[in-house]
């Protein structure tokens, strides 16, 4: 792998990670009712409701990209 394509891989595995921790923070600041199961939480500072499903499947997205840049990374340099 050219040094160029391996800092644009190295690059994006660092913007997606970045990506997950604010989704995790996101996350983190849900609230969920407590008298029921729901796949809806709002946020606790801004009100925004949001689908825990769509934020857990886009956390998945995102470390599943991860692995396939990092295993190009492991393979090129092999």
């Given amino acids: 792998m050219r040094y ?27 609230v969920e009712e407590p008298d029921y199961e729901s796949h809806y939480a709002a946020h606790s500072e801004t009100g925004v409701v949001y689908d825990k499903r769509i934020l857990g499947d886009k956390v998945d997205r995102l470390n599943k990209e991860i692995a396939e840049l990092e295993h190009r990374i492991e393979n090129d340099e092999q």
């Fill in 4 to 30: 160029s394509e391996y800092m644009k891989v190295n690059l994006r595995c660092e913007t997606l990670k970045r990506q997950i921790d604010e989704e995790m923070s996101l996350i983190s600041k849900l």
